[in-house]
């Protein structure tokens, strides 16, 4: 049974940081690129930053780029986004992605998410 399970979320004033996690299960993490997405209220699902699966590749939206960093421990089965200089902007549900193409099959698949919440 596939699971990912993100943790980490929570409440914090502008400025501040936090380290998100998400835990991996269930089918072959080290063959899956991993990426984590956010959704705030009203908006549309955003990419928020990726890590390829060979190479440990990092890529990041705008929006985040020199704040956030992406990283993931294959030993572990885990991802985490470390989040630093957080805006309100930032606030929104984060949510951890796993996927890999196989032959002609797409694998796609998500986590229930954890809040971020930036707030003075």
């Known amino acids: 049974q596939v699971q990912l399970v993100e943790s980490g979320g929570g409440s914090v004033q502008p400025g501040g940081s936090l380290r998100l996690s998400c835990a991996a299960s269930?089918?072959?993490?080290?063959?899956?690129?991993m990426r984590w997405y956010r959704q705030a209220p009203g908006k549309e699902r955003e990419l928020v930053a990726g890590?390829?699966?060979?190479?440990?590749?990092?890529a990041y939206a705008d929006s985040v780029r020199g704040r956030f960093t992406i990283s993931r421990d294959n030993a572990k089965n885990t991802i985490y986004l470390q989040m630093n200089t957080l805006k309100p902007e930032d606030t929104a549900l984060y949510y951890c992605n796993a996927w890999n193409i196989l032959g002609t099959n797409r694998y796609d698949y998500w986590g229930q998410g954890t809040q971020v919440t930036v707030s003075s």
């Open positions: 890590i390829s699966a060979v190479a440990s590749i990092t």
């Open positions: 269930g089918f072959t993490f080290d063959n899956y690129a």
